[in-house]
């Protein structure tokens, strides 16, 4: 289950990353691993990014990035 399955202001544990290359070292270097609490902070006008936070950084994600972060909703 991925990102885009949480609600605004909804929060979850991510459970894998299937992520790889520069996108997945920088998640990685961020703080976007396996056990990391995200908080979803919005979406964008089309559903096509998306806006999370994790520990105290605030990323955005392209929906294909965000699709293969697994998370299990708290």
Known sequence: MGVFI??????ANITMVAVDGA???RLRSLGVVKGAK??????S????S???????NRIALRKS????IGVEAC
């Open 23 to 25: 996108a997945g070292q």
């Open 38 to 43: 995200i908080t979803v902070i919005g979406y």
């Open 65 to 68: 990035v965000a699709e293969r």
């Open 6 to 11: 949480l609600k605004k202001g909804q929060s």
């Open 50 to 56: 998306v806006l999370i936070l994790c520990g105290y």
């Open 45 to 48: 006008l089309f559903n096509s």
